[in-house]
């Protein structure tokens, strides 16, 4: 099962994610994933992407520094495609949760973090993802049945997991 959450706000999803892994590693729940930070570039407006990989203990920077009147992506997928296999691998020890900071273009295009999620469904392990509002109709293609969508916050995301809790 997938929870997503979709917000309006930049930034707003990476935050909420980052929050939610905090807290349920602080419950103890054993969680893999990935969670996005932004950290400005010094004289810059576009920020520095970084992903820290969960329990690994391991950053991966995921954007390019285009200079100053760059317009064009600044993803690096060749590092993004790096933490997704540390994510793939870290799903062969138990876990109880899955964290994705985004299904963006990259999965949408069957890249990025797409194996990944599908390898969590596989082995019943519930995940919680963050979508860009403007492809939430290709993720719905993508996950189809397997997907809820939340409210973006922390008790609608408690309430989730709880209610999937197993014995």
Request: glycine content about 10%; overall charge negative.
């Amino acid at each position: 099962m997938i929870g997503y959450i979709v917000t309006k706000e930049q930034g707003a999803t990476d935050l909420l994610i980052e929050s939610a892994a905090l807290r349920f590693q602080d419950a103890g729940v054993a969680v893999a994933g990935a969670v996005q930070k932004n950290h400005g570039f010094k004289g810059s407006v576009r920020s520095k992407m970084v992903l820290d990989v969960m329990g690994t203990g391991e950053t991966v920077t995921i954007s390019q520094d285009l200079g100053p009147h760059a317009s064009g992506c600044r993803l690096d997928a060749g590092a993004l495609e790096t933490a997704a296999q540390m994510v793939w691998e870290s799903l062969d020890q138990p876990r109880e949760l899955l964290l994705l900071n985004k299904f963006g273009k990259q999965e949408r295009d069957g890249q990025g973090f797409r194996d990944v999620l599908v390898k969590a469904l596989d082995n019943d392990i519930p995940v919680l993802l963050g979508v860009n509002s403007t492809l939430e109709q290709a993720f719905q293609e993508f996950s189809g049945d397997f997907a809820v969508k939340l409210e973006p916050t922390h008790d609608c995301i408690e309430k989730w997991f709880k209610s999937l809790k197993r014995d």
